[in-house]
């Protein structure tokens, strides 16, 4: 099967973009209104995938003229008969637990109503929505969410959404997202296999270890530098302890050397595994990691050494491949900012393989 055409909006460094390019989608074109997160997705997306690899379009999604975007796509790749489809993942910290809770009318939350908008107009074959799961969990978030969903069904799609962890795929991190995806209601109807009033999207594809934070049982906190025995029950790559680095041991991979220098002592102070301060969280390295987000630079502290993590670290425990490069030259505010904003990569890849089999049913 020939690769099905995307479109990618918030693009950030590109990681739901990579998952989808590695299972059988091609990125035709890309919008990110960061010049720096387009840089980092330029070389690091190139550098992964070997091919050229950049954001086309640097202006708001707001402000982007849809008819002769839609214009441009049909003078290049699009026609009729094309399969295609669109994804993207908001700015979500309007809607996070732990952000301002400006829900739907912050200058971020409002981006939500334009990304259906924008689908809208543009009536791609099928769409991929991303956020955080604050979105349908907080009461008066989850009308809003609601209120969109219900626009797209009204425009002709047939939705299906559904909280996902990312440490069920295997990735060692806990971090829930919301994925609501939909498919033109016509797709429905020249496919058997697939039934409206169900819950038809197989969320269960690509799940290694349903239930994964409750299924094993993770170690709690040790004193920093004590020797502790790895669990035999635990799969490794849940665990954080193969995504790190050790200062004594040289290494050929990119970003491997890139940290923030410590400078106060309770980089040597923090019990391993205490993650639920505020501040310098340390991971335990037979633990997953929580929630990736690393605002005001607080990138979570390395389990064994006195310092915090690197950005290949980071990298890794966004299930980014070692292929994928950040530009060195970069501050490490803004490569740990726009690490912390992406989907993780194999996350993304199971939804993109299970979307992939039911358009290849067509």
């Not at 070389?43 to 402000?63: H, P, R, T």
């Not at 990119?254 to 993650?275: A, M, Q, R, V």
């Not at 740990?336 to 089999?357: D, E, H």
């Amino acid at each position: 099967m020939n690769k099905i055409p995307i479109v990618s909006f918030f693009s950030g460094a590109g990681f739901l973009d990579l998952g989808f390019e590695l299972e059988n989608f091609d990125v035709m074109w890309s919008n990110e209104i960061s010049k720096d997160f387009s840089e980092i997705y330029r070389v690091g997306m190139s550098a992964v995938l070997q091919k050229e690899m950049k954001v086309i379009s640097n202006d708001s999604i707001a402000d982007l003229n849809l008819r002769d975007l839609k214009r441009q796509f049909k003078s290049s790749w699009l026609d009729d008969n094309t399969i295609w489809g669109i994804i993207g993942g908001p700015p979500c910290p309007d809607f996070s637990v732990a952000g301002n809770q400006l829900g739907e009318k912050g200058k971020n939350g409002i981006l939500s109503s334009v990304y259906v908008d924008t689908i809208i107009y543009l009536q791609p074959t099928f769409f991929v929505f991303e956020n955080v799961k604050g979105l349908i969990t907080t009461k008066k978030h989850r009308e809003y969410f609601l209120t969109l969903k219900a626009k797209l069904e009204m425009s002709g799609y047939i939705v299906d959404f559904k909280v996902l962890n990312a440490l069920d795929y295997g990735v060692p991190q806990d971090r829930e997202r919301v994925i609501l995806i939909g498919i033109e209601q016509d797709f429905f109807k020249n496919n058997s296999r697939l039934n409206e009033k169900d819950k038809w999207f197989p969320w269960l594809e690509g799940v290694k270890y349903e239930n994964a934070k409750g299924k094993f049982l993770w170690p709690d906190k040790n004193k920093f530098g004590d020797f502790i025995q790895k669990p035999k029950d635990i799969p490794n790559e849940l665990m954080v302890d193969w995504c790190l680095t050790f200062d004594d041991k040289k290494s050929k991979v990119e970003n491997i050397e890139e940290y923030f220098k410590p400078k106060s002592k309770k980089f040597h102070e923090i019990d391993e595994g205490d993650t639920c301060r505020k501040s310098f969280k340390r991971l335990h390295r037979y633990r997953f990691s929580p929630t990736v987000a690393y605002g005001n630079n607080e990138v979570h502290l390395h389990p064994t050494l006195p310092r915090r993590l690197s950005i290949r670290e980071a990298l890794r425990i966004q299930s980014v491949p070692d292929e994928y490069i950040m530009p060195h030259k970069m501050p490490l505010t803004i490569k740990f900012k726009a690490i912390g904003n992406g989907v993780p990569v194999q996350m993304s890849r199971a939804i993109a393989k299970a979307l992939n089999k039911i358009l290849e049913r067509k």
